[in-house]
């Protein structure tokens, strides 16, 4: 579904006239035009202004002073209008993973869910020996000792080290010296026995703090290597939205878009990744193919009220810069091929003018005519 959103431009302010609307002795009809999506439906009304120019003629034969005509009536505005496309995402936490066992053993320590965990700060503990968290890409894959053969995964060590203080060289991917004795130093900080050796499964690596989600062990649970824990994820809050096949070229990475969070809150937020075409398959059983996007919000305060939510998001789809646009309510259908507005001029007196149609958005429509520019007043029936 499409809904459009207008942006940069004032809503036009509706006021009652107190100048007389002078209009001919004959009957006028107004043609009020109902826009759905991209399709306009022209209905006939209004007769009520034909009926008063019929009474205030009869007024001016009989000599009594006609009634002064009350009308709202709005401006034509000038400004960016902006349409914009709506789906519905899915905001929560990023990189959500399982943290596993890395080996066997009693818990006797686990995180609580909800809280935050550091770099440097113990994570969980198996046989009363604590698992740290440490910082890189990386997953561990085997244990630290000297001798061991050069690897990035060194590298990555000693820079979680230097992050913390303890290595001060220059990180490498060779296991020496330097690289024992700060694991010593960071050990004895610990209240840890001095081995200068990460046994695999000592340490955790992330790419930053993790939040502590759902635990799926207890403490005192007898657990073999891998068993799942607890859920870990970044501390960033993303949306993620399936594009459909026939949006996919509004899935474009830099994006700016609205995200309209539960509650009537919204915040601005940018498409940081589009994914490749992928089959998803309903309740129902019945497959669609989707574009995955991800969304990041430009405010990470915006939505720490929710851990995991439905929301909308709106991504422009057409776009109009330094325009003239009115309320659609403003726009009349002269003919069956030409629209117009119903300008107010300066005595009060109130002419119909025809317009050019661009972009309807966000409840008002761009146009363009000599008759009308930036400020012009024009009738806006109200419902």
């Known amino acids: 579904m499409t809904e459009v959103q207008h942006e940069n431009v004032p809503e036009a302010e509706v006021s009652p006239s107190d100048s007389p609307d002078v209009l001919?002795?004959?009957?006028?009809?107004?043609?009020?035009?109902?826009?759905?999506?991209?399709a306009a439906v022209v209905l006939l009304g209004g007769a009520g202004a034909g009926a008063w120019a019929v009474s205030t003629g009869a007024l001016a034969d009989s000599g009594q002073e006609a009634p002064r005509q009350q009308?709202?009536?709005?401006?034509?505005?000038?400004?960016?209008?902006?349409?914009?496309?709506?789906?519905?995402?899915?905001?929560?936490?990023?990189?959500?993973?399982?943290?596993?066992?890395?080996?066997?053993?009693?818990?006797?320590?686990?995180?609580?869910?909800?809280?935050?965990?550091?770099?440097?700060?113990?994570?969980?503990?198996?046989?009363?020996?604590?698992?740290?968290?440490?910082?890189?890409?990386?997953?561990?894959?085997?244990g630290f000792a000297s001798g061991m053969d050069d690897g990035s995964d060194v590298q990555q060590l000693e820079e979680a080290l230097s992050e913390l203080g303890f290595f001060t060289g220059e990180p490498d991917e060779q296991f020496r010296w330097a690289t024992t004795e700060a694991i010593m130093d960071w050990q004895e900080s610990h209240g840890l026995d001095r081995t200068g050796e990460l046994p695999f499964g000592?340490?955790?690596?992330?790419?930053?703090?993790?939040?502590?989600?759902?635990?799926?062990?207890?403490v005192g649970d007898h657990v073999a290597a891998e068993t799942e824990l607890f859920q870990v994820s970044g501390t960033t809050q993303i949306v993620d939205v399936d594009l459909g096949l026939s949006d996919q070229q509004l899935a474009v990475l830099d994006t700016a878009v609205v995200v309209r969070l539960p509650g009537g809150e919204q915040t601005s937020g940018t498409i940081i990744s589009v994914g490749t075409p992928t089959e998803t398959e309903s309740a129902t059983g019945e497959s669609t193919t989707v574009i995955p996007v991800v969304v990041a919000l430009d405010n990470a305060d915006a939505a720490s009220a929710f851990q995991e939510a439905s929301v909308t998001v709106?991504?422009?789809?057409?776009?109009?810069?330094?325009?003239?646009?009115?309320?659609?309510?403003?726009?009349?259908?002269?003919?069956?091929?030409?629209?117009?507005?119903?300008?107010v001029d300066s005595d009060g007196s109130?002419?119909?003018?025809?317009?050019?149609?661009?972009?309807?958005?966000?409840?008002?429509?761009?146009?363009?005519?000599?008759?009308?520019s930036e400020g012009t007043e024009v009738v806006v029936p109200s419902r």
């Open 24 to 38: 001919p002795p004959r009957k006028r009809s107004r043609h009020r035009v109902l826009f759905g999506t991209l």
């Open 202 to 218: 000592s340490v955790v690596f992330a790419d930053g703090d993790l939040r502590i989600g759902t635990a799926t062990a207890n």
């Open 71 to 142: 009308f709202a009536t709005g401006h034509v505005v000038r400004g960016d209008l902006e349409e914009s496309t709506s789906a519905v995402g899915t905001l929560r936490y990023e990189a959500s993973r399982t943290i596993q066992a890395g080996v066997a053993g009693t818990v006797t320590g686990l995180p609580s869910p909800g809280t935050t965990a550091s770099a440097g700060e113990s994570l969980y503990s198996i046989d009363d020996v604590p698992v740290f968290l440490l910082g890189g890409e990386r997953p561990a894959w085997r």
């Open 350 to 372: 109130t002419r119909q003018v025809p317009v050019e149609t661009g972009l309807f958005a966000g409840g008002r429509v761009e146009i363009s005519g000599d008759d009308v």
């Open 314 to 343: 709106d991504i422009p789809s057409q776009s109009r810069e330094d325009v003239l646009s009115v309320p659609v309510g403003a726009l009349l259908a002269l003919t069956p091929d030409q629209f117009g507005v119903e300008v």
